[in-house]
């Protein structure tokens, strides 16, 4: 009997802390938010063969910096909310729309994942991450942390009350 409410217990806590994980869904500045005195604000462009749905960053610590649903994106650049002080902040996966994703057991199925470097965002700033572009399979993504003029002018028309006069920082690394 006590095993048994155990196990239970045991499930019970696992399915909490599921839900936790999965709930972690701040909003896009495409809702049309004005940013928090604790955000800086990360402009990533999406240009290739595919539509991008979803971004999760991480950090040097835990929980991850931000996991982004977003309306599905292509040739174009998305503002998203990242609380500062975020070091080694970088992609860790996205999501492709119409590809199913998810979590069995331990194992996840479905994210895409690209090479980036680690960047500190130190202040509530503009950011340029850079640029992800898609390709046909997996292994053909790649992301380039250069500044991407076509998608900063992009985000000045698109973001222009979130960005107002402020400058864009460029993250590249090279």
Do not use: W
């Not at 053909?140 to 500044?147: C, K, N, P, Q």
Request: charged share 20%; glycine share 6%.
């Amino acid at each position: 009997m006590i095993k048994r409410n155990c196990q239970l217990l045991i499930f019970i806590f696992i399915v909490i802390l599921a839900q936790g994980c999965a709930t972690t869904k701040p909003k896009s500045f495409a809702s049309g938010r004005a940013a928090l005195p604790t955000e800086a604000i990360i402009l990533v462009g999406v240009k290739g063969d595919q539509y991008v749905e979803y971004i999760q960053f991480l950090r040097d610590r835990f929980p991850p910096a931000s996991n982004h649903y977003f309306e599905p994106i292509n040739n174009d650049v998305i503002a998203l909310p990242i609380d500062i002080v975020s070091n080694d902040l970088h992609i860790a996966v996205f999501g492709i729309s119409g590809v199913g994703r998810g979590y069995v057991s331990n194992f996840s199925y479905g994210y895409q994942t690209v090479e980036n470097s680690f960047i500190d965002i130190t202040e509530a700033e503009v950011y340029y991450f850079g640029t992800l572009t898609t390709g046909n399979s997996s292994d053909s993504h790649t992301f380039d942390h250069s500044l991407d003029q076509e998608m900063v002018e992009l985000a000045k028309d698109k973001y222009k009350k979130l960005i107002g006069n402020r400058k864009i920082i460029s993250v590249n690394i090279d």
